[in-house]
């Protein structure tokens, strides 16, 4: 389904709840989209010009979506995402009517957020090498114009994505435009105790898992939020393959919980 959502408004269904550590980005984000669209009239009041675009950058599985999301949920604003390099083949020579359209589409379901996932491959620094470069400088072109078009564009609100924030065109960087950039860490351990909290709300889970254990683990090192989804997911397949074993052998089965020995098993499975 969300290959069919893609370019298209939607209402994400998360919120902070779904968000684990990365505090002080939650409360940049908080200042930059969702108080300016929740409460216009207060950074007016005060002089204060609507804000530009954000650009989230860091490694991958972070949670730079996953914030691009809840902001947009929390401030009650349509949601819109592109991937920079979906744009670019589905729509082969067509991509800067692409993005017009995709700000268009935002104009007229606002207040949206846009999320333009992967931008460098979407805004790559112009003037490269390659044959390729002759399209998407048209296309950087194309998204510089509708960026600059801010002043009118009322409640649409850009939030951006990359790993690779060096390679993007420095155009796009400058003041009105993109100029907020919020870097999304690796979590440490504390962060990584928060993220599994997070994302355990809705799983069984048994007394004996200690979260923070799992959090300091030695094999957890350097692990990102998306690394954490994968131990949890690879712990409940754990126990749901031991606990079709159980009824196979004896027609009960023990209670269906993810128990500490699933997580000790998963850890040693997640690379
Ligand atoms: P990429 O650069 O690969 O696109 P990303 O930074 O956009 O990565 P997400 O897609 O947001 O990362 O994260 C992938 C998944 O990892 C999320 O759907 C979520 O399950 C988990 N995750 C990552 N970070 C967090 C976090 N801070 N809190 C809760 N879950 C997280």
New binding site residues.
């Given amino acids: 389904p969300s290959a069919l959502r893609e370019g298209f408004a939607t209402r994400p269904d998360v919120s902070w709840d779904?968000?684990?550590?990365?505090e002080a980005v939650r409360e940049e984000m908080m200042m930059a989209v969702v108080e300016p669209i929740r409460r216009p009239e207060m950074f007016t009041s005060l002089g204060l010009n609507a804000p530009s675009g954000v650009l989230l950058y860091g490694p991958?599985?972070?949670?730079?979506?996953?914030l691009a999301r809840a902001v947009a949920a929390e401030s009650g604003a349509n949601f819109i995402s592109v991937k920079g390099p979906e744009l670019l083949s589905k729509y082969v020579g067509d991509s800067e009517l692409a993005v017009r359209k995709v700000f268009a589409r935002a104009r007229s379901s606002s207040p949206c957020v846009i999320f333009f996932?992967e931008l460098d491959a979407l805004a790559p620094r112009r003037g490269g090498k390659g044959g390729e470069s002759g399209a998407s400088e048209r296309v950087v072109n194309m998204l510089l114009t509708e960026m600059d078009g801010f002043s009118e564009r009322k409640q649409v609100f850009l939030v951006a994505?990359t790993?690779r924030p060096d390679i993007i065109d420095p155009a796009m960087l400058r003041p009105g435009r993109l100029d907020k950039l919020v870097y999304?860490p690796l979590p440490d351990q504390r962060g990584r105790a928060s993220?599994l909290k997070?994302?355990i709300r809705n799983v069984k889970i048994a007394e004996d898992v200690d979260t923070e254990a799992v959090s300091a683990s030695p094999k957890c090192e350097g692990f990102?939020?998306?690394d954490l989804?994968s131990v949890i997911r690879t712990a409940g397949e754990r126990a749901l393959r031991e606990r079709l074993k159980d009824e196979e052998i004896d027609g009960i089965g023990t209670g269906l919980f993810i128990r500490r020995k699933h997580f000790d098993q998963a850890l040693e499975l997640v690379l």
């Fill in positions: 779904n968000v684990g550590s990365l991958p599985g972070c949670g730079k979506t996953l996932d994505a790993n999304v993220i997070t994302l990102s939020g998306a989804q």
